[in-house]
């Protein structure tokens, strides 16, 4: 019987140096691949030359004087293209700013020889990151809106520095589910690195993950597929994608035990038909928490702002309108009629 094991043992060590790695190809530098609204900020970070985010800016196109500014947290292996169908309804109510998280869209891909002791991908590192990107820019009070990963990164700056979050605008987020369990699951043995590589590629190319997160995938767009190939497109683009999913399964925080702290504005969206954060987690999560807002869109999934962008609109437009007028002095009246006449059209 030990024999039995020590071969399992020597076989789960050998086996992943014995399976071929071909060269990535097909991709390139991500300053080739920006759309022309598309901006580059180099950001500080210990231990390096700085790291390199990627962020496109919709100027507000409203007559408020003070507008609020929205900013666009995309969620797992995606990228700020994701909230394109809802960009230009939400710049006629505030600034946008979306930007790419590392290592996804077309932000750094930051390998382990570049850093020396604090890991970029932790949530620390990302929470970090997000201030860091708003000092940067200047921006003291956002909304923040956050898809899936992106609104446990919401959730977790809100907790941390909830003086400069207005309100949390969270569809499916993340908080009760992580990345796919079998990456998980690779991630914890060290010798199966290249395994992880392998998979990450399979993963990444197929498809799947953008299938699942709809509830209707033939919905999806050649443009949709195209923007969330993007991951595959950047040099580095998969050893990187693997050290996000390693660090992953060093959450340092746990939203899920500090949900009564965040008594800011708080809207959930969540589709009917969610096949990666159950529907039913963001009915548990708006039950736990101290005042949100919950919204369920019919025949909808995982990424309602890419398949049901119109209801997206109207579920964030009437809930702005029911905030107290001080909290949104700038978007309230003229928020309320674009509402009203989109709610008389039929959108």
């Known amino acids: 019987m030990s024999t039995f094991f020590g071969l399992i043992l020597l076989l789960m060590m050998v086996g992943p140096y014995l399976l071929p790695l071909p060269e990535l190809t097909d991709v390139a530098p991500a300053q080739t691949l920006a759309r022309p609204a598309g901006k580059f900020l180099r950001l500080p970070w210990p231990g390096t030359d700085g790291i390199q985010f990627y962020y496109e800016h919709d100027e507000y196109t409203g007559a408020q004087a003070t507008p609020p ?6 969620g797992f292996a995606a990228n700020l293209s994701s909230w394109d169908s809802i960009r230009p309804w939400l710049a006629r109510q505030g600034h946008v700013i979306a930007y790419d998280r590392i290592p996804f869209g077309l932000s750094e891909r930051v390998l382990p020889e570049q850093w020396e002791e604090d890991n970029p991908y932790t949530d620390q590192a990302a929470v970090a990151q ?21 609104g446990n990164l919401a959730m977790q700056l ?3 520095q909830p003086e400069r979050v207005q309100a949390l605008l969270l569809l499916s987020p993340s908080v009760y589910t992580g990345s796919p369990a079998i990456l998980s699951m690779v991630a914890a043995i060290p010798p199966l690195r290249r395994a992880g590589l392998l998979l990450s590629r399979r993963l990444a190319s197929s498809g799947k993950l953008l299938e699942m997160a709809f509830h209707d995938p033939s919905l999806i767009t050649q443009q949709q597929r195209d923007n969330t190939a993007l991951i595959a497109k950047v040099d580095n683009w998969d050893t990187a994608f693997w050290e996000f999913v390693r660090a992953s399964r060093m959450r340092n925080i746990n939203v899920s035990e500090r949900l009564d702290e965040l008594r800011m504005p708080l809207l959930l969206i969540s589709g009917d038909n969610d096949r990666i954060v159950a529907t039913r987690e963001t ?6 928490l101290p005042d949100a807002t ?6 909808c999934g995982h990424l309602p702002q890419q398949e049901c962008p119109e209801a997206v609109i109207n579920a964030i437009g009437q809930w702005l309108v029911t905030q107290q007028p001080t909290l949104f002095p700038a978007t309230s009246q003229g928020l309320k009629k674009e509402t009203d006449q989109k709610l008389n059209q039929g959108l």
């Open 294 to 299: 919950l919204e369920i869109l019919p025949d």
């Open 130 to 150: 997000l201030s860091s990107l708003l000092d940067t820019l200047k921006v003291e009070q956002a909304i923040l809106v956050g898809n899936s990963a992106g």
């Open 158 to 160: 809100a907790l941390t």
């Open 283 to 288: 009915i548990r999560l708006a039950a736990a």
């Open 69 to 74: 500014v929205f900013i666009l947290m995309h």
